[in-house]
């Protein structure tokens, strides 16, 4: 089936999180708009698209290397949002909320990584 990728479940919460980073930075000052606004919401992009780009790749070593892409972009995502509370523009909460979901989003992004991991040992 074409665009397979939606189907995972990494894929829908990666996207969950996206559409979180994109409401709570319409909150943040107009003066991170090319700063840290700009940073954390391309990094946020980066996650499922990197997942969607590695799932049509063909070679289980490019998929892989774009999941690792995309754990690294999650990571981004959690420094960030962790800036954004030390400035005052999340509530301790609302991080402690989304550190949740991303550790949730990692550990998904692990566990298909292992599982390609495995396709290539057979």
């Given at each position: 089936?074409?665009?397979?990728?939606?189907?995972?479940?990494?894929y829908?919460?990666?996207?969950?999180?996206?559409?979180?980073?994109?409401?709570?930075?319409?909150?943040?000052?107009?003066?991170?708009?090319?700063?840290?606004?700009?940073?954390?919401?391309?990094?946020?992009?980066?996650?499922?698209?990197?997942?969607?780009?590695?799932?049509?790749?063909?070679?289980?070593?490019?998929?892989?290397?774009?999941?690792d892409?995309?754990?690294?972009?999650?990571?981004?995502?959690?420094?960030?949002?962790?800036?954004?509370?030390?400035?005052?523009?999340?509530s301790?909460?609302?991080?402690?909320?989304?550190?949740?979901?991303?550790?949730?989003?990692?550990?998904?992004?692990?566990?298909?990584?292992n599982?390609?991991?495995?396709?290539?040992?057979?």
């Open positions: 089936e074409d665009f397979y990728y939606r189907k995972l479940l990494v829908q919460h990666s996207m969950v999180l996206l559409e979180d980073v994109y409401k709570l930075t319409k909150i943040f000052p107009q003066q991170e708009s090319h700063g840290l606004t700009n940073q954390i919401q391309r990094a946020a992009v980066s996650i499922p698209s990197n997942i969607a780009e590695g799932m049509g790749r063909f070679s289980i070593k490019d998929r892989i290397r774009f999941i892409i995309s754990n690294g972009s999650l990571m981004e995502v959690m420094c960030q949002l962790e800036i954004a509370q030390r400035l005052g523009y999340i301790e909460e609302e991080l402690q909320y989304q550190e949740t979901q991303i550790a949730t989003i990692s550990k998904m992004i692990l566990g298909l990584r599982k390609l991991e495995d396709k290539i040992k057979q």
